[in-house]
Structures are given as structure tokens and as C-alpha cells.
């Protein structure tokens, strides 16, 4: 195992997976409000909805949180030049994984992917070469890394595959239905647009889907197997970029690759003039008990946390409980109707609450068809109204549409969501029972009924 993990390797594809996870950060940073998502998400909306348990991280009044960005842009700058490299990189770690916790309307499994390797960043030295920090201390400069250092990140990302893999092993996916639903949506693209509505092209979405999340980084790890894998990866991530529109991370899941290939490759195209280290020294650094120890309870909470919903009553495709930071990623459509309705608690009166102006396009979105949400705007309700001497109870009327199924009751009409807790890790009974097959279409139940 000490072998395994602190034999030296050389660092090239570190250095150069920091230029480039820098350059994306930086990227995400000054695109997120050069596209208007901070004025969406942040300055628009009268508030956002935190993940519960983290009310105090607010956006800032104003336009502040412009300069929040730009803050941000310039610490990736840093990062990608690698200039006080640790704390650049701890500044833009401390200051996205705020930005994820305080608002959920934008939920992204990729965003949470980028929260958890820019503090896996802080960690490793990959400022050691083709760094103004190796530049301006030479007892800094290195040309290789303990080995723990790749496996650590192959093996979060091998984690993030896996449990996609898994997650799409649902019959609204294996049918294809699901791509065909998301098809639909881009009939309109210029060119591709109508072979996009392929019937086989649905079923390539699917199964590839499954085929690539499950045997991409083995594949990346076999010599035989690395050059077509990586084609292949370019080729399915670029795709998804021109389809689906997602940002930067088609591109940072094929700059992974910097962790696979040899060193010798990557010095030979990219970083000529660095020296390959070909040593085979065995380095334990002092910190390895608490080395092992953090990262040994990371991935202990990173295997069991995707699991969770399992434990919890019903089906996540339906409840949504257990559905964040599970890596289910792009697996169902999700369509809401929701209705607020108060009754003042002194007189008995049952009023229509008009929530949609206390909501965005993009909040009101979201809050129809997630139960936190639900929960969380009861609760600011209540306490609007208190503040205007009322004393409230907060019911809802939901329905909920998954994929192209029929509407269904999501909320139990009779229950006060100010009067229950919110529970993280177990069901919630005010959430109605899932209907069977609730996500299957009309058409495809009205056929099964006919063959029957």
C-alpha cells in the first residue's frame, strides 16, 4: 500500500490538468455573468432558496455579487498561472461552494462535481512546475508527486461514472423514452435538429449513455484500450456540449484525461522543455496519518451518500429525496402545478396565497415540482405573514408530471408544511404515495392495456 501510494510519479498530467481546470474556472467565473446566470439567479429573485441548513450564506445586496464573480474570475486566474496557488485556489473552493449552498434553482451535479475537486485542488501541489510560485522559489519546484495524488482523482471521478451507470438502469431510460423526451426539445437546432428525432439515434443516447459512464475510466486506465476511450470521450462530451449546452464541464471531463495517459505523451506534445522524471523513489510525507485518515472518511462519504435514498422510503425519481449529490445526472423531465393556499389561524379564513410574484422565472420553475422548495416557501410565507401580525397555516395542491406521464397529487392538501420539520436523511409522509408506473406516457399504458 506505501508503495501504491508514495512510489514518485512524474507530474506532468498534474500541471497541466491545473492550467486547464483553471483556465475553466476562470471560464465559469466570468461567463456565469457575462450569460446573465448571476442576474437570474442572484439579483433578480427577491431571495434564493438555500439548501436547508445553510440560511445564512445570502447573496450580496445589489450588484455585489458581480464583484463576487470577478472575485472569483481573478482567483482562477491565479490558479491557472499558478501564482499563490494554494490560497487562490482555497479562495475560488471557499467561495464557489458558497455559491452552490445558497441557492438550488440552478442544481447541477456538475456544479457539485466542481465543488468537490476545487478543495481536492487545495490539496494536491500542482503549482510545482510551469508555476510563477516554482518560478520564484526553487525549493518548490518539482518535476514529479506522490502517486496518491492521481489515484485520488481517478478515483473520485471513477465514483461520479459509476453511480450515473447506475442510476440510468430505469425502464423510462432502457426504452428510450427519456431521450426521445429530450429530443424533442431540440428539434429546433440548426442542422441536427431533425436527426435528433431519430428513433435510433434515442436508443444511442440511451445505451451509450450507460456503456460510456460505465466503462470510460476503465477503458482510460488500459494502455490497449486509452486512445480510442479518450476518442470516444471527445467525441460524447462534445456532443453533449453542443446539445445539451452545460457549460464547461463537457470540456473538463476530457481534460480528466491529462490523469491517464503517460507522462511520456503528454511531455512530448505539450511540455517539451520539462525534465521526465523517471525516478523510483519512495517519499512517505510526514502528514500521512492525517493524509489517509481525510481522505480515507472522504470517499467513505462520497461511496455512501449516492446510496442514501435506498434507505429512504418510496421511489428518489419520484420523492426527489435523495436525489442531490447522488450523480443522478439528466435522468427524467420534471413538470409541476402547484396552488398556496393559507388559513389565517385567529378567523379561519382560507385564502389563495399569490406566490408567483413572490418567485422568478427560474424559482417558480423549480418550486412546483420539488418538495424542499414547497416545504421551504411555506415557511417564508408564514413568516411574511407574521410579520403582518397574521398567524398562518401553509397547505399546498400539487401535481407532479414525470417524464411524458400523466399528472399525479404530489403533496398531501391536508397537511401544514409550517408544522413539520424537515428531515435530510428520511421521508417525508406529507409527500403522497408514487403512483405505479407513473412515469410511463399515456400512449404506452393506453398500448399495454390494449395488449392485456
Not at 442576474?39 to 434564493?48: K, L, M, S
Not at 450588484?63 to 481573478?74: P, V
Not at 465514483?159 to 431540440?186: N, Q, R
Not at 493524509?291 to 467513505?300: A, D, N, P
Amino acid at each position: 500500500m506505501t508503495q501504491l501510494l508514495f512510489k514518485k510519479v512524474d507530474n506532468t498530467g498534474l500541471i497541466l490538468w491545473r492550467l486547464a481546470f483553471g483556465l475553466l474556472i476562470t471560464i465559469e467565473a466570468f461567463g456565469a455573468m457575462a450569460t446573465g446566470w448571476v442576474r437570474r439567479v442572484f439579483i433578480e429573485p427577491d431571495f434564493t432558496f438555500n439548501f436547508i441548513g445553510f440560511e445564512f450564506l445570502q447573496p450580496l445586496p445589489g450588484n455585489g455579487m458581480y464583484f463576487y464573480f470577478t472575485l472569483m474570475g481573478i482567483f482562477g486566474i491565479l490558479v491557472t498561472i499558478g501564482y499563490k496557488y494554494r490560497y487562490a485556489m482555497a479562495g475560488y473552493a471557499l467561495m464557489w461552494s458558497s455559491v452552490y449552498l445558497m441557492q438550488k434553482t440552478s442544481y447541477n451535479n456538475h456544479y457539485y462535481l466542481m465543488m468537490l475537486l476545487c478543495w481536492i485542488m487545495v490539496f494536491l501541489p500542482a503549482h510545482t512546475w510551469f508555476s510563477v510560485d516554482a518560478r520564484n522559489n526553487a525549493k518548490l519546484k518539482s518535476p514529479a508527486v506522490g502517486r496518491w495524488v492521481y489515484l485520488l482523482v481517478i478515483l473520485q471521478i471513477w465514483i461520479v461514472y459509476t453511480y450515473a451507470t447506475v442510476a440510468k438502469l430505469y425502464p423510462a431510460w432502457l426504452d428510450a423514452s427519456v431521450a426521445e423526451l429530450f429530443m424533442k426539445g431540440k428539434k429546433d437546432y440548426w442542422l441536427i435538429g431533425d436527426f435528433l428525432q431519430l428513433k435510433w439515434v434515442h436508443y444511442s443516447i440511451a445505451y451509450v449513455g450507460i456503456f460510456f459512464d460505465l466503462l470510460i475510466v476503465p477503458a482510460m486506465l488500459w494502455k490497449r484500450t486509452r486512445l480510442a476511450a479518450f476518442c470516444i470521450s471527445l467525441f460524447f462530451h462534445l456532443f453533449n456540449s453542443v446539445v445539451f449546452q452545460i457549460g464547461i464541464f463537457p470540456y473538463m471531463s476530457i481534460a480528466f484525461a491529462f490523469f491517464f495517459f503517460s507522462s511520456e505523451t503528454l511531455q512530448k506534445r505539450f511540455l517539451p522543455k520539462k525534465p521526465l522524471y523517471s525516478g523510483n523513489e519512495i517519499e512517505i510525507p510526514k502528514y500521512k496519518s492525517a493524509l489517509l485518515t481525510v481522505f480515507s472518511i472522504y470517499f467513505v462519504i462520497q461511496i455512501a451518500l449516492p446510496l442514501r435514498h435506498w434507505f429512504i422510503k418510496d421511489d428518489v425519481l419520484w420523492t426527489e429525496e435523495g436525489h442531490r449529490l447522488s450523480w443522478r445526472m439528466m435522468l427524467r423531465s420534471r413538470f409541476g402545478q402547484l396552488m398556496i393556499w393559507t388559513v389565517d389561524k385567529e378567523t379561519g379564513q382560507r385564502n389563495n396565497y399569490p406566490y408567483r410574484n413572490m418567485v422568478s422565472k427560474k424559482q417558480y420553475r423549480s418550486v412546483k415540482t420539488k418538495p424542499d422548495l414547497m416545504w421551504q416557501l411555506a415557511q417564508r410565507i408564514k413568516k411574511i405573514e407574521a410579520e403582518k401580525g397574521n398567524d398562518v397555516e401553509v397547505y399546498v395542491t400539487s401535481k407532479v408530471k414525470i417524464n411524458d406521464g400523466f399528472y399525479y397529487p404530489f403533496i398531501d392538501p391536508e397537511v401544514d408544511l409550517t408544522s413539520v420539520p424537515w428531515q435530510h436523511f428520511s421521508h417525508h409522509e406529507w409527500i403522497l404515495p408514487s403512483p405505479e408506473n407513473y412515469y410511463e406516457s399515456p400512449l404506452k399504458k393506453k398500448k399495454a392495456a390494449e395488449e392485456e
